[in-house]
């Protein structure tokens, strides 16, 4: 019987920081084990990256109980008028369960909580948790009308080896979130059956 009960998201706090990377490090892990080559960040980078998100209050953490820790988590930061998602991870041992879902749920909340225009992110366009995924929630490729900030990410990864026929930028407008993407989310409880379900209340 599956024993790492109920998942939380909540605000990232400083102590946070040097678990993300190892979350995102084995996320990255995974990638490079499905066959597709891809860059794994330095740490010094992944927690500059979360030290911004932290000060602008864009860092989520996903929380497993029964000695799970951090098991999952978001980073997103201010570009150009937009909210740009850096990265999103979970722990292996915890996917398959709804928790890179709820942490997109809370990042288009944050999105239309504050002055933006939506959110963009660069991702692998092939991967089913990858573009596939964030389509479901109504991100598309903007084609000639990504944003400056787009374009100069996917230059920079294309002068960092990263194959240019599998990266591509998404982005979601606020006025182009679909009432679903925003459906309530409770904590996620692993079923006996290894089934998800969630738990009310």
């Known amino acids: 019987m599956d ?3 109920t998942v939380t998201i909540r605000h990232g706090l400083r102590q946070d920081v040097a678990r993300v990377y190892d979350v995102y490090a084995d996320a990255i892990e995974m990638i490079r084990e499905s066959g597709v080559p891809i860059r794994r960040r330095p740490r010094h980078d992944i927690d500059r990256l979360c030290e911004l ?3 602008a209050d864009f860092l989520r953490i996903a ?8 098991v999952g988590f978001s980073v997103s930061t201010r570009r150009e008028g937009w909210l740009h998602l850096e990265e999103i991870g979970v722990l292996r041992a915890w996917q398959r369960r709804g928790i890179g879902s709820a942490l997109l749920r809370v ?5 239309l909580d504050i002055d933006c225009v939506g959110i963009t992110l660069t991702t692998d ?3 089913p948790f990858n573009a596939p995924l964030y389509r479901q929630f109504g991100f598309r490729e903007p084609g000639r009308e990504a ?3 787009l374009r100069d990410l996917l230059r920079h990864e294309r002068a960092l080896g990263l194959d240019p026929h599998r990266r591509v930028g998404m982005l979601l407008r606020k006025s182009e979130v679909a009432p679903e993407a925003l459906s309530a989310w409770s904590p996620v409880v692993a079923a006996p059956n290894g089934e998800r379900r969630t738990k009310s209340g």
């Open 125 to 127: 366009r092939l991967l």
């Open 107 to 111: 990042l288009i909340k944050d999105c």
């Open 147 to 149: 944003p400056r900030h």
């Open 3 to 5: 024993q790492r009960g």
């Open 53 to 55: 998100s932290l000060g």
């Open 63 to 70: 929380e497993g109980e029964g000695g799970g820790g951090v």
